[in-house]
């Protein structure tokens, strides 16, 4: 199993309840989301140890040594804000450690600009069931926290 961690702070939501019909039907993969606290969940870390495969201020793919990967959506229609907002720590190619912040946004500021700030977490390659949610949906997690577990890939 491959244990994915929070990638911020905040509530755990539902993927159902993501307002983006992709996401909530999970086309994308399976997973959660965590709806960010508007300061400590600011600086977005990396869920699982690997190389950024993916990049953009909004969203970006880690892929674990075994060739698990996970995607990290900050906010829904974000793409639209061209990276205003976002800083990125790190570049795609790079191996992080998990638990390493990999971007720095305002989830508030999202919010205010008429937005949904919910951060999904998804799986990829996985199938519709394949990820076990940690924490109970309306839990707090700290970023950093277990979030999810999924199947190692095939080898």
Same mark, same amino acid.
């Given at each position: 199993m491959v244990t994915v961690l929070a990638p911020v702070a905040g509530t755990v939501r539902a993927l159902g309840d993501v307002p983006d019909p992709v996401f909530s039907a999970g086309l994308v993969g399976?997973?959660?989301?965590?709806?960010?606290?508007?300061?400590?969940?600011?600086?977005? @870390?990396?869920? @699982?140890?690997?190389?950024?495969?993916?990049?953009?201020?909004?969203?970006?793919?880690v892929s674990e040594p075994g060739g698990r990967a996970v995607l990290v959506h900050l906010g829904i229609d974000t793409v639209q804000l061209e990276g205003e907002g976002f800083t990125l720590h790190?570049?795609?190619?790079?191996? @992080?450690?998990?638990?390493?912040? @990999?971007?720095?946004?305002?989830?508030?500021?999202?919010?205010?600009?008429?937005?949904?700030?919910?951060?999904?977490?998804v799986a990829l390659d996985v199938g519709a069931d394949g990820a076990a949610v940690l924490p109970a949906v309306g839990a707090s997690v700290a970023a950093g926290e277990a979030l999810l577990e999924v199947p190692a890939a095939a080898a």
């Open positions: 399976p997973g959660v989301a965590i709806d960010p606290s508007p300061e400590a969940g600011r600086e977005a @870390v990396s869920p @699982v140890a690997g190389t950024i495969v993916k990049l953009h201020p909004h969203a970006f793919v790190v570049a795609e190619g790079d191996v @992080v450690a998990a638990g390493q912040p @990999v971007v720095t946004w305002d989830p508030a500021a999202v919010a205010a600009g008429g937005r949904s700030a919910v951060v999904p977490v």
